[in-house]
């Protein structure tokens, strides 16, 4: 069975900083991205960040382009979002995610690790 269990979520204020964690168990198959989404109160959920299997390519929302950095290791199937210099606007579920080579579609999904951004 597969599992992703996010960690790292929490509060802080407004320029602060927090990393998140996912752990990922289970076999999802191979070359797959991950990614991290969100999704705030009456908001539709959006991508933050992913990265391809291999690491060497990744995608940012422009709102967090130069904040926040995704990260994978693959020997301990996990995956990162470190992010900085937070704003109220980034208050949310995140919630990691795997998928497929293409970074389209996402199969597998966490259970969501809340971060509340204060100013």
């Known amino acids: 069975q597969v599992q992703l269990v996010e960690s790292g979520g929490g509060s802080v204020q407004a320029g602060g900083s927090l990393r998140l964690s996912c752990a990922v168990s289970g076999y999802i198959g191979g070359s797959n991205c991950m990614g991290w989404f969100r999704q705030a109160p009456g908001k539709k959920r959006e991508r933050v960040a992913t990265?391809?299997?291999?690491?060497?390519?990744?995608y940012y929302h422009n709102s967090v382009k130069g904040r926040f950095t995704i990260s994978r290791d693959n020997a301990k199937n996990t995956v990162s979002l470190q992010m900085t210099s937070l704003k109220p606007e980034d208050t949310a579920m995140y919630y990691c995610a795997a998928g497929g080579r293409s970074c389209i579609a996402f199969s597998y999904w966490g259970q969501g690790t809340q971060v509340t951004v204060s100013s």
């Open positions: 990265i391809n299997s291999g690491g060497g390519t990744t």
